[in-house]
Each structure stands twice: as C-alpha cells, then as structure tokens.
C-alpha cells in the first residue's frame, strides 16, 4: 500500500458549462412554493399599481423584501423596478441577492449544482427571473462577460426556454432594454 495520496482529478475532466455549473439533463429541480402571505404582499403592492413596477410600487416592494426576506420574488421584482427606473447598479445588486438566494434554495432541495431548472415550474420563476435580471443589468452596467454567462445558463437550465431569452441578440455592453424583456 502506497503512502502517496492519489493524484489530483484533472478540472478538464468535470464537463462545466461556461457559467460556472455542469449541466445534466434529465434531472429536474423544482423548488417549492413561496409562502402563500409573501406572494399575497407581492400581487397586492403590483395590483395597486396596476401592474406597473413604478417608483411607488418600489417602495413598496421594499417592505416586501424586508418582510419576506427569503422570497426570491420579490428581490427579482424589485430590481426590475430598479431596471426600469435606470438604476443599473442597484438593479444588478438586487438581481444578485435574489440569484445568490435561489442558488442557496436550490442546493437545499438537492440541486447540487447540475440538473434542469425549468421556468413551467412555477416555484422556480423568482430564481430564473432573478438570473434574467442580473443577465440584462450586467450588460447594462458594461459586464458583458456575465451577462453572457447567465444567458447560457438560462438556457442550460431551462431547455424549453420559457423566459425566451434564445429569440434576443446576445446582450450588449452598456445596452439597456426595454420592459417587453423582462419576465
């Protein structure tokens, strides 16, 4: 029996998509629902608002967030509020709290970082409409690289591309995009 530990695995042998994460598929995540009275906060604050992601309604997202901090709905939501008010930083920082937030739910309910995560699942949409997000405000703020790297992961995750970022042109630096984008 050798005393000499094993030589290390080569990284080229783990087959990782550009992103970051290995993709399988075949194998499916979906995450539960939100609580019932976080969604019931967020669909009053959009039904006052007549669905529009105003200045007013951000506020008013705000103590949704801080109400239900864990609700990945309401952090995508709020950035795209931001997004839509030209807030380029603070829209790429929400995105990220919701992104980093669903990646953490997701491991919990046995992701592990390869598998499908699909938009049909409707447990799933606060943490692929946060991706989406961080992928439009990272080119809006020049990050073309990311914004790259989360459109291929949107479509890794998501096959059937239910947000349909696969129909846009690759996101540009400094380009921000109008509302008909957001999901």
Request: negative net charge; proline residues 7%.
């Amino acid at each position: 029996m050798s005393s000499q530990p094993p030589p290390p695995r080569s990284l080229g042998a783990v087959p990782v998509a550009a992103h970051g994460h290995s993709i399988s598929q075949g194998r499916r995540t979906e995450l539960p629902p939100e609580s019932a009275d976080a969604v019931v906060a967020l669909d009053q604050v959009l039904a006052a608002h007549g669905g529009r992601l105003d200045p007013g309604a951000a506020s008013e997202i705000d103590l949704v967030c801080a109400s239900h901090p864990d609700f990945l709905d309401a952090w995508a939501r709020r950035g795209q509020a931001a997004y839509l008010a030209g807030e380029r930083v603070a829209a790429y920082a929400y995105a990220r709290v919701g992104y980093h937030r669903g990646l953490d739910r997701l491991r919990r309910h046995g992701w592990g970082g390869t598998g499908e995560v699909r938009w049909s699942d409707r447990g799933n949409r606060g943490f692929l409409r946060s991706l989406q997000l961080l992928m439009l405000s990272a080119a809006a703020i020049g990050e073309r690289d990311e914004a790259l790297r989360c459109r291929t992961f949107l479509l890794d995750l998501d096959p059937e591309d239910g947000i349909g970022v696969g129909a846009w042109p690759e996101p540009a630096d400094g380009e921000l995009v109008g509302a008909d984008r957001l999901a």
